[in-house]
C-alpha cells in the first residue's frame, strides 16, 4: 500500500527543497488537527531521507534505524510496537481516539514513557544499521511523561550524527515548551471540502453526490471522512464500483488507461473479507441478468450508468460467457485464490467477451 497525502502543497514542496539542498533541521514538529495527515506526511519524508525511492514508505516503521514513540498505558509491561505498526498500517489518518479504541482500553490512562524514552536514547548512539541517518518518531508528543520529556531535552539540543526527530501531534501549546523551543515547527491546514471531495470520488470511489455530502460533514477532517466512508451499505458501495467497471469498459476501446483503473479497482475489492467479495460478484451477476431482460423490454436500469448504451453491447451470446467468467471467478475467491489477480483478470475478460461481437 502506497500513501497518497492529500493537500499540503507547499509543506510537500518545503520538505522536499530540504532533502535536495541537504539542509535538514535536527528536529520537526509537525502539528496540525486531526486527519490532516501529519504522520503519512513524516513517513513520506524519512522515505526521501533514506532516498530508498521504490520502497513503502510504511517499510520504514520496521526500519532498524527508525525509533517510535507513542503513547501506551502505564500498567502494562509489554511491547506495543507491533500493535501501533499494525494500527498505522491500517489507519495513517488515524487519531489518539482510535488508538484507545484499538487497544481496547476504556479509561486506562496512557502516556509515552520514560521506560522506552531511555531505551531508545541508548539506542540511538548505537552505530546505524546501513551507515545512514536515524530517526526517532515522537506522535503525540503531548502525551510525553515529564520524566520522557527530560531525558529527551538534552539529546535533542545535541543529536548524535545524522540523527533526526520528527514530532507529530495536534496542539503545540500542550507540547512541553523546552521541547518545542529545539524543533523546527511545521503547521499543517485543515484540508479543504474540495480537498476531501475529490479524494473520496479518487481514493473511495464514491460518486459527487455522496463525496460531497461527507466532506460538507467532516470539517477536512480525513480520518472522519473514511469512517463516514464505511457506512454506506454494501449495495451503495457494490453500486459505485459497478458503475467504475462500467464506465471504463465503455472507455476500453480508445483509452489503454482502462487496466490501470481495473487494477485499482482490484486492489479495492482485495482488502474485503471473502464473503464481502464473493457478494460483490453476485451484484454483478444480478446486475448483468438484469441488464439481458431491460435489453429485451428496452428500458433502463436504475442505478447503472451508461445502461442504455452497455445494452447494445450485452448479447445472449456474450451475457452467457460473462456469467460463467463470475461464476468462475466466485469459485476461486472460495478457494482463497488472490482476489487481486481474480477481479484483475475478471474485468479483461469481461471487456474481451463484451466486445468481441466487434473483433476485440
Request: overall charge positive; hydrophobic content about 40%; glycine content about 2%.
Amino acid at each position: 500500500m502506497e500513501l497518497n497525502i492529500i493537500g499540503q502543497e507547499k509543506i510537500k514542496k518545503y520538505l522536499l527543497y530540504t532533502i535536495k539542498t541537504n539542509r535538514i533541521p535536527n528536529a520537526l514538529f509537525f502539528v496540525g488537527p486531526e486527519g490532516c495527515g501529519t504522520l503519512p506526511m513524516a513517513l513520506v519524508y524519512i522515505k526521501y531521507l533514506f532516498k530508498y525511492k521504490n520502497i513503502n514508505p510504511f517499510y520504514y516503521l520496521n526500519h532498524p534505524d527508525v525509533y517510535c514513540l507513542f503513547p501506551i498505558p502505564l500498567i502494562y509491561n509489554k511491547n506495543f510496537l507491533s500493535n501501533w505498526i499494525t494500527f498505522i498500517k491500517n489507519n495513517p489518518y488515524g487519531s489518539l481516539f482510535n488508538w484507545i479504541n484499538y487497544l481496547n482500553l476504556g479509561n486506562k490512562h496512557i502516556q509515552i514513557r520514560v521506560e522506552e524514552t531511555k531505551e531508545i536514547i541508548k539506542n540511538i548512539y548505537l552505530k546505524s544499521y546501513k551507515d545512514t541517518r536515524k530517526v526517532v518518531i515522537i506522535w503525540i508528543p503531548e502525551l510525553l511523561h515529564i520524566a520522557a520529556a527530560n531525558k529527551l531535552l538534552k539529546i535533542m539540543e545535541e543529536p548524535p550524527s545524522k540523527t533526526i526527530f520528527l514530532l507529530i501531534g495536534e496542539n503545540e501549546e500542550n507540547v512541553l515548551s523546552t521541547i518545542r523551543s529545539r524543533t523546527q515547527i511545521i503547521r499543517f491546514n485543515k484540508l479543504t471540502f474540495d480537498q476531501i471531495k475529490n479524494a473520496l470520488q479518487k481514493e473511495i470511489l464514491l460518486n459527487e453526490k455522496q463525496s460531497e455530502y461527507i466532506s460538507s460533514k467532516v470539517d477536512g477532517n480525513w480520518n472522519i471522512a473514511l469512517e463516514l466512508s464505511k457506512g454506506i451499505e454494501n449495495n451503495k458501495i457494490f453500486e459505485i464500483y459497478f458503475n467504475f467497471f462500467i464506465q471504463n469498459v465503455l472507455k476500453a476501446k480508445s483509452t489503454p488507461k482502462v487496466l490501470k483503473n481495473f487494477l485499482k479497482l482490484s486492489e479495492f475489492i482485495h482488502k474485503w473479507e471473502k464473503e464481502k467479495k464473493k457478494k460483490f460478484l453476485i451484484y454483478c451477476l444480478e446486475i448483468f441478468r438484469k441488464i439481458l431482460i431491460s435489453y429485451y423490454l428496452n428500458k433502463k436500469i436504475d442505478n447503472i450508468d451508461n445502461s442504455k448504451y452497455l445494452f447494445s453491447l450485452i448479447n445472449i451470446k456474450n451475457i452467457q460467457n460473462i456469467i460463467s467468467l463470475i461464476n468462475e471467478a466466485i469459485y476461486h475467491i472460495n478457494k482463497n485464490a488472490n482476489s487481486k489477480i481474480v477481479i484483475f483478470d475478471l474485468s479483461i475478460k469481461i471487456t474481451k467477451s463484451i466486445y468481441n461481437k466487434y473483433g476485440i
